[in-house]
């Protein structure tokens, strides 16, 4: 099959309806890609929990497919077959699914023909490496073996699954930005700052899941620790809102922490930010987020721990601290916060390392290449 464009099923247990973030970013910039070598890449999604979303989601992506794959039904594999026999696809890309999903083993017997390829996305608590006796090690390697390749978005996620000794044909897949949607542009920087009364202000963005794993507590400890000028911008939703919400109004300082819930375009709160913080407990798989920060040319405070310092460079591109750990956190927020200098400097540098590596003109070859491979 030398030769062959790429045709991919990229099927994403995500609902693209709510936000237009950086990985939906990614996907449509692959569609591009694979379009221009004579290919497809048609996604699958989730589908969309309301109508008012469903017609998002169509406008989003028109050739797109929605698809609860969640639980397993003959005639969402029968609907996934006839997809893939009436656009060629030659190609199976799993992203946010349990490897050994039904339907992965399914589209082994029904489609034999097809490439699998399943991309590791997923954050990990201690033990982050798992072991297992050798007759599961065995069937789990049997098991695996329908995959034509098994990627991680980062160096960290690949040696933990090599370490585990099971996973078939290894590889890693970083994720990309966008270097001109996430930009640096000063004239929204003053308007949204004066718009929201913070142009005297140091502003630290939190962007992310609203989730004990990714440390939003320890900011908020830190937060005692820190000038009264400085003040906290927390986006995203997640089960620890409402908690999170009454501890900085019984702590006294709601003035000061501002919960903007999802929000369908970040740019502008990166592009009016001082600071971005990624203060996570668990070991992030990557952490795009802090990619986002650099390439809006911001200095980034983010836990030493998982993926994270693959896309944050200490003293370079912003400044890690140990995850947990609150005195530490505040210590290197007080650093940036007293130094601006210091924070031009760290913001300047990571939005070259965005161009430089984590562009769409960088990134986009090189994932093409890893279908190439697969044909």
Known sequence: MSGTPPR???????????????????????????????????????????????????????????????????ARLRKLRRLILDHHINIVHWNFYDVLNPYYVSLRAVCPWVRQCFTDHFSRTPPVVRSYPPLKRRAKQVLLSGYSRTLGVSEFVVSCLREEGIWPRLGRVWHFVNPERFAPDAACRQEFRKQHRVADKIVILYVGQLIPQKGIETLLDAMRSLPEHAV????????????????????G??????????????????????????????????????????????????????GIPEFVADRVTGLLHRPGDTAHLASRLNTLIADEALRRRFGARGRER????????????????????LL
């Not at 709510?18 to 996907?27: A, V």
């Not at 795009?288 to 721990?305: K, R, Y």
């Not at 984590?358 to 279908?371: D, E, G």
Request: hydrophobic share 50%; aromatic share 10%; net charge negative.
């Open 8 to 74: 991919v099923l990229f099927v994403s247990a995500l609902d693209a309806s709510q936000k237009f973030g950086s990985f939906e970013e990614e996907i449509t910039a692959m569609m591009a890609a694979c379009a221009e070598k004579g290919g497809l890449l048609l996604p699958v999604f989730m589908p969309p929990q309301d109508s008012g979303a469903a017609a998002r989601f169509t406008a989003l992506w028109p050739t797109s497919i929605a698809v609860d794959l969640w639980s397993f039904d003959l």
């Open 253 to 306: 300082f709601p003035h000061r922490v501002t919960f903007w819930g999802i929000q369908d375009r970040t740019e502008p709160f990166f592009q009016a930010a001082d600071i971005a913080v990624c203060p996570s407990i668990w070991h992030e798989a990557a952490g795009l987020v802090n990619l986002e920060a650099a390439a809006s040319g911001l200095p980034v405070v983010a836990s030493d721990i998982g």
């Open 232 to 251: 906290v911008w927390i986006l995203g939703e997640g089960g620890s809102r409402t908690n999170l919400e009454s501890r900085v109004v019984r702590e």
């Open 354 to 373: 965005a161009m430089n590596e984590f562009s769409p003109t960088v990134a986009i070859p090189r994932n093409m290449a890893i279908y190439d491979d």
